[in-house]
């Protein structure tokens, strides 16, 4: 594959739109968009939300757990599975330090966590990128160029990379992005939608562990009669903040404690998170009950609910991991890559003994075929297909009646 950098100096005095060099620079709506100005910084939000975090990590690890093939149609039309192609052999070993199913997971972690996951192809190889170090360019011309800002000989590329700022084409890289509302080359992830719900859920988890820190107790107004000086009113404050809520307090001079009591809008903690948690989910299209926000729906099967999560959550990201990996790896016409979605059910071994049941009866597959899906050795006889003796073609009982 292909590799050309081309290292540039970094920009720093540069107006935005047309810069020095014939570049057009793509920005987003503002720097660091949504997390820019916010009292909560990103790491810790992802980290401290359950839902967020449990979101992020649903779907990267499923669609980690997804293993991709290399697929090609046969003759009639039917694809197969075939050995991986030698241009392929990314798919097997992107890198030194990942696992296909931990490349799966960093790109997906990326596209949700910044809306775009950008993929460096080198040396037969491929890198996830960290999407805040790149900048895309257009040339005058109208060419694609990505800008690598690479700080330290740590970031786990090539030694041909060194530091500094590469420029590279578009041809060099896999650039998968989420919805472009601002320009075409900038994707917009699910957590821009998320984060002020999660702000709100990180706010009223960190309130009431203030509150059980403090022994569940709300606080109060200490009164006392007219005429207490401000030394002795200071000192009365001070005995009073030092002891824990869980001691005896003892104060002369006709004290009194009145607590203050907790109002609707404490009382309703429990729907307001659940409220949250829903909204979290809802940018993620994951349904909150594969995530623990809700109840599991009753009536439904494994299966059935497995198939609404990969619908609303995951069909989008394996399309277009099949995609631009179809794409970018140049594959012969007929071979194309895809991703086995059937492990989402893996474990289900009824529900998939019935479908395949289903199948072979209805002439559709031959026993050994349906076999082969559970890891079993064909069987004697096993490759013809079997149908029922009083299947006759409709055109047989026309004539019959006629």
Same mark, same amino acid.
């Given at each position: 594959?292909?590799?050309?950098?081309?290292?540039?100096?970094?920009?720093?005095?540069?107006?935005?739109?047309?810069?020095?060099?014939?570049?057009?620079?793509?920005?987003?709506?503002?720097?660091?968009?949504?997390?820019?100005?916010?009292?909560?910084?990103?790491?810790?939000?992802?980290?401290?939300?359950?839902?967020?975090?449990?979101?992020?990590?649903?779907?990267?690890?499923?669609?980690?757990?997804?293993?991709?093939?290399?697929?090609?149609?046969?003759?009639?039309?039917?694809?197969?599975?075939?050995?991986?192609?030698?241009?392929?052999?990314?798919?097997?070993?992107?890198?030194?330090?990942?696992?296909?199913?931990?490349?799966? *997971?960093?790109?997906?972690?990326?596209?949700?966590?910044?809306?775009?996951?950008?993929? #460096?192809?080198?040396?037969?190889?491929?890198?996830?990128?960290?999407?805040?170090?790149?900048?895309?360019?257009?040339?005058?011309?109208?060419?694609?160029?990505? *800008?690598?800002?690479?700080?330290?000989?740590?970031?786990?590329?090539?030694?041909?990379?060194?530091?500094?700022?590469?420029?590279?084409?578009?041809?060099?890289?896999?650039?998968?992005?989420?919805?472009?509302?601002?320009?075409?080359?900038?994707?917009?992830?699910?957590?821009?939608?998320?984060?002020?719900?999660?702000?709100?859920?990180?706010?009223?988890?960190?309130?009431?562990?203030?509150?059980?820190?403090?022994?569940?107790?709300?606080?109060?107004?200490?009164?006392?009669?007219?005429?207490?000086?401000?030394?002795?009113?200071?000192? #009365?404050?001070?005995?009073?903040?030092?002891?824990?809520? &869980?001691?005896?307090?003892?104060?002369?001079?006709?004290?009194?404690?009145?607590?203050?009591?907790?109002?609707?809008?404490?009382?309703?903690?429990?729907?307001?998170?659940?409220?949250?948690?829903?909204?979290?989910?809802?940018?993620?299209?994951?349904?909150?009950?594969?995530?623990?926000?809700?109840?599991?729906?009753?009536?439904?099967?494994?299966?059935?609910?497995?198939?609404?999560?990969?619908?609303?959550?995951?069909?989008?990201?394996?399309?277009?991991?099949?995609?631009?990996?179809? *794409?970018?790896?140049?594959?012969?016409?007929?071979?194309?890559?895809?991703?086995?979605?059937?492990?989402?059910?893996?474990?289900?071994?009824?529900?998939?003994?019935?479908?395949?049941?289903?199948?072979? &009866?209805?002439?559709?597959?031959?026993?050994?075929?349906? *076999?082969?899906?559970?890891?079993?050795?064909?069987?004697?006889?096993?490759?013809?297909? #079997?149908?029922?003796?009083?299947?006759?073609?409709?055109?047989?009982?026309?004539?019959?009646?006629?």
């Amino acid at each position: 594959m292909r590799w050309s950098p081309f290292r540039t100096k970094a920009a720093t005095d540069q107006p935005s739109g047309y810069n020095s060099g014939g570049w057009r620079r793509i920005l987003e709506p503002f720097t660091g968009a949504w997390q820019r100005n916010v009292e909560v910084r990103q790491d810790a939000l992802v980290t401290s939300s359950p839902t967020l975090f449990a979101c992020l990590d649903r779907i990267s690890s499923d669609i980690g757990n997804l293993p991709w093939h290399v697929k090609q149609k046969d003759s009639n039309g039917i694809p197969r599975t075939i050995e991986t192609p030698a241009k392929a052999r990314a798919l097997e070993s992107p890198n030194d330090y990942q696992t296909p199913d931990a490349f799966r *997971r960093a790109w997906s972690l990326s596209k949700l966590q910044h809306g775009n996951a950008l993929m #460096l192809k080198a040396g037969g190889q491929m890198f996830v990128l960290d999407w805040t170090k790149v900048q895309p360019l257009v040339s005058e011309s109208g060419s694609v160029f990505y *800008r690598l800002s690479l700080g330290s000989n740590q970031n786990l590329l090539p030694e041909a990379f060194g530091e500094g700022q590469i420029t590279i084409p578009a041809s060099d890289v896999i650039h998968d992005r989420g919805p472009c509302l601002y320009h075409q080359l900038i994707g917009v992830p699910p957590v821009t939608a998320a984060y002020w719900t999660a702000v709100k859920s990180f706010h009223i988890h960190r309130n009431n562990a203030e509150l059980f820190s403090n022994g569940s107790v709300l606080g109060g107004l200490l009164t006392v009669p007219a005429g207490l000086s401000d030394d002795d009113a200071k000192a #009365l404050k001070d005995y009073w903040s030092n002891t824990k809520p &869980t001691d005896t307090r003892v104060v002369g001079a006709d004290a009194k404690y009145t607590p203050f009591g907790s109002n609707a809008v404490d009382s309703q903690v429990v729907e307001q998170l659940q409220l949250s948690d829903k909204s979290i989910c809802q940018p993620f299209g994951i349904p909150p009950f594969i995530v623990g926000a809700e109840s599991l729906p009753s009536g439904q099967k494994p299966a059935e609910y497995m198939l609404s999560y990969f619908v609303l959550g995951l069909q989008q990201h394996v399309n277009a991991m099949e995609t631009l990996l179809t *794409r970018s790896l140049n594959l012969p016409q007929g071979q194309y890559v895809q991703l086995d979605t059937d492990q989402l059910v893996r474990m289900d071994q009824g529900r998939r003994a019935e479908v395949y049941g289903r199948l072979v &009866t209805d002439g559709i597959y031959s026993r050994n075929e349906a *076999r082969k899906q559970f890891d079993l050795p064909p069987a004697p006889g096993g490759d013809q297909l #079997l149908v029922q003796q009083q299947d006759v073609p409709l055109s047989s009982v026309g004539n019959t009646n006629g």
